[in-house]
């Protein structure tokens, strides 16, 4: 088997007293769209703050495409191909939406020590940028103030924002959290179209929208992986039940 | 103290998240204050109570008056908000006292010197001034984590519409501790009186270096107020001490002389420039939340 | 510029400013040339404060330190005779650049408070080395002997041609930054300044880019400084002074911050209260420090946004 695009070994970050992640070990095949669950707190999100480098964990490695990318800082690691959406919108609210995504577009295009022409003029940042709006379903979105855009276009946007980034890996952190039936549908048709040409790990909590995109699930508790695996398998685990009790898990 | 301003200032950050460079202008006030009082009855002690308690009512004034509608704004606002009261309070000092210095005097129960160890000799004033920090620190100490009252200075830090919303006056609350924020610098004030001149613009001065103090001990943090504090003064002081002889040595006296003074007072910026290099947060930073 | 109202009146302004001469001639008031000049060199100041704090969201308090480099760096050669204008004035701009360069290395490492008290800190470590150093005047400062010389091009000590070489300078200020900031460089600013962590995530090594504007803003502080000790053929360390930090920084906020034109309209307003206020008494800092609380806590936008204007597409 080639070697998987991303390898986590060992990977464990301390709060103070508190353990977010303790030895989490995964490994993402190119390609394949991993979601990750877990109760609240289970430590998802510090998970893909040190995967994006965000945090810096105490312990472990994160290998990304044969490297070891445990030092590297975020904007590194972006540069590589490693994309990230954030769960509490995180968007640029006083620039329009093509705006936001074409910042995306510049900042893989070259350095931004240029102070003459005007970005906005600039063909090779907004041509693609549109078409990434295009993509994500803000077409007609895009002159936009992005802080005016309904909270569910903001979430498209914050994929929109990662995908300009031409990433080989998506690491998206709750994309439908806040999102109603119609606009979290919306979400998963999108993803849906991603998966396959991108390689996608999900955090997520909403379990419809888990199973419809996930070729694996990974369960964290207490920040440890209890378990991994296909998603028929996940469903009929009982220490998953279990963890989740007094949630619903369709079965 | 250092360590006076440096915790007050530090204090009224932490808990209400307001950057206050009027600080210094307290600091000021309380000194005038004391000077003008100490000058007019001759008695220490009247000039201490009153000082304090003027300024902790200028303090809270200021604090209703002018700060309240400063909590939400951002930072940037606070800092040229509270340079505006800078100016109006050197100014209105100015206007009351004149811009020449006045001087005042250590009371003579405190001027000798005491024996430390055999040979080594210390003001006794300055001993006091010690003493006295470190007796404010314990206070400090012991109010914020075992009373009442810090206990909901602390929680008004994390969450402020909470605790207004289970009916603490949250107002008041902060009226109050920014007043003892103010004592605190008027306390420092007072007793910088007699060994620094009371002009001005004091307060600056010694503002600048009670940032130094802060960000080498960790915003927000008491005991890093008191790290900061011990690190910023021993430095300094060994600095200017050691200094110029040992310049002189290796690039002669008349140069020493003019680098000297200039390389030791730069030596606590230096010392703040490294500990930022290596540790951004300070030494002692303070956990929120 | 989006806005009709505002064009012209940048466009009125540049020419008012451009007419004083002619008007100060004709009054036979010089003493408005040097007012007016001094209100330049402000501005330039200004603006380029502008660029990080407005732009970037930089608050830096000490941006005094690069007017007094620039101003020593005027001085001190012309001192020791070398009066060569674009050897003074290219040092200034260096030097104040470097030590931008060194300070923001450091101070940039943080953020809010801590850098606004760092930056304060260090502006004022350089004020009391200018105050130490005896063989350069040490409090009292120097006296340059002569203008800047521009071997026989430019005559500065023609009041009236080094006010225009002062309105060139500040025009063309403006003009490279207008493209300086809506140019890649000026769009990675207002971004770190409006969501840094995203900055990082979409992958821009925000720091660089900061220091870069850090850097920007110093030299140009340098420029000013040289010019205003041309305009006073005087120099103390009180240039320094942390206190002349905060009225820069008063002049951007009061002139409108972000807004690039904002900060000239700043200076103007500042500078001629000044004035106008210290005519009626020594102790005028009374009445405008109160009055600054009153424009922070209610005018917060500037004057500048007091014009209509789109604000919306510029970001």
Redesign the interface.
Known sequence: MAEPLLAVRGLTKRFGGLVATDGVDLDVAEGETLAIIGPNGAGKTTLIGQLSGDLAPDAGTIRFAGEDVTGLPGPTRSRRGLARSFQITSIFPEFTALDNVALSVQAHAGHSFRFWTPARAERALREPARATLEQVGLGDRADVLAGTLAHGEQRQLEVAMALATRPRLLLLDEPVAGMGADESQRMVHLLRALRGRHTIVLVEHDMDVVFALADRISVMVYGRVIASGAPEVIRANAEVRRAYLGEEISA | MLFLMAAGLTLV?GIMNL?NLAHGSLYMVGAYLATAAFNWTGSFVVAVVWALAATLVVGMLVEVI?LR??YERD???Q???T??????????V??VWGRAALFTTVPRALSGHIQLLPGIRYPAYRAVIILVGLAVALLLYVVVTHTRLGMLIRAGASNRTMVAALGVNIRLLYTVVFGFGAALAALGGLMAGPIYAVLPGMG?EIL?QV??V??IGG?GSIRGALAGAVVVGMVDTLGRAFLKPTLSSVIGPSAAD?AG??LA??LI?IL??AV??FR?QGLFPA?RG | MRSRARALTLVAGLLGLGLVPVVAALANQPFYLDLFRRIMIFAIAAVGLDLILGFGGMVSFGHAAYLGIGAYAVAIPAFYGIESGLVQWTLAMALSGLAALAIGAVSLRTSGVSFIMITLAFAQMLYYLGISINAWGADDGMRLARRSQFGGVVDLTNGYVFYYVVLGVLVALLALGHRLVHARFGVVIRAAKSNEPRMRAIGFSTFRYKLAAFVIAGAVGGLAGALLTNQTEYLTPSYMHWTRSGDIMVMVILGGMGTLYGPVLGAVVFLLLEDILSAWTVHWQVVLGPLLVLVVLYARRGLWSLLPGAIARDG
Not at chain 2, 83 to 92: H, P, R, Y
Request: no cysteine.
């Open positions: 950050f950057v002018a509608t400063l930072h940037l606002d800092v040229l908000a340079f505006g009261l800078i100016l109006f309070f050197n100014e209105a100015a206007i600056e600048i940032f130094v802060i960000v915003i003019n003074p200039a007072s730069m910026y703040m420039a930022l290099f951004p956990v």
